[in-house]
């Protein structure tokens, strides 16, 4: 079935470093993947996003990672800030005659100075 | 530029009470509009979408209903409220037929009592 998981619910770094978000899809049919970040009492904001036919997909101190092969995705943040800290969804896009978005259950990323 | 809007912000209903949560958008024409709900440490679950006015289209069962009495304006109602119906919903648009991203709004914290 349709579904979107997430491999770390809760992931605290320091200041500075990297931080990786994995995410595991099901649909093998999905076409489209984004990522969002939620601060707390807020609604999701849009990251990146990347298309089943790519492997990969820079941002602006943002880098998606995807493999069909094992149906992962990931989502790497380099020298992460504090305003950083938030919840990170993946959310995988069936289109299905209107795109409908499947959300994982989000991984809340804490950084520490 | 396009703004999405939802109110109220907060809202404490007793059960049984009816509901009525309001989206609307600015800035653009015709978009898809969308209702989701998240309950505490979840991910978002698609209630309702529109794609034009009078046309709504339901994802799951439950107690509520939704209607777009204008192009850009999109409420969720309910008749009585259910404990259960407590939760973070948010309301999304985004542009009819280009996939790109869905634009949340700030969302509304409900609890029923």
């Known amino acids: 079935g349709e579904s979107v998981g997430l491999h770390l619910p809760t992931l605290s770094v320091q200041e500075g470093d990297n931080s990786i978000i994995n995410c595991a899809y099901s649909?093998?049919?999905?076409?489209?993947f984004i990522w969002y970040k939620q601060e707390s009492g807020k609604g999701p904001q849009f990251i990146i996003d990347i298309r089943s036919n790519m492997d990969k997909r820079q941002g602006q101190r943002v880098t998606v990672l995807l493999n069909k092969t094992v149906k992962h995705l990931s989502l790497q943040i380099a020298a992460t800030q504090p305003g950083d800290s938030a919840v990170y969804f993946c959310a995988e896009i069936l289109t299905t005659g209107f795109q409908k978005l499947v959300f994982g259950t989000g991984t809340r990323l804490l950084v520490s100075p | 530029s396009q703004t999405i809007h939802q109110w109220p912000a907060t809202l404490v209903q007793p059960v049984g009470s009816p509901l009525s949560l309001e989206c609307t958008v600015e800035g653009t024409s015709n978009p898809n509009l969308y209702w989701y709900r998240q309950a505490a440490g979840r991910g978002l679950q698609l209630l309702f979408y529109s794609v034009g006015i009078g046309q709504i289209s339901s994802e799951v069962p439950q107690n509520l209903s939704a209607s777009r009495p204008q192009d850009r304006q999109f409420i969720l109602s309910s008749k009585k409220l259910l404990l259960s119906d407590s939760g973070f919903y948010l309301c999304?648009?985004?542009?009819?037929?280009?996939?790109?991203?869905?634009?949340f709004g700030p969302g509304t914290r409900l609890t029923v009592l």
């Open positions: 649909n093998s049919a999905s076409d489209y």
């Open positions: 999304a648009w985004e542009l009819a037929g280009v996939r790109v991203e869905q634009f």
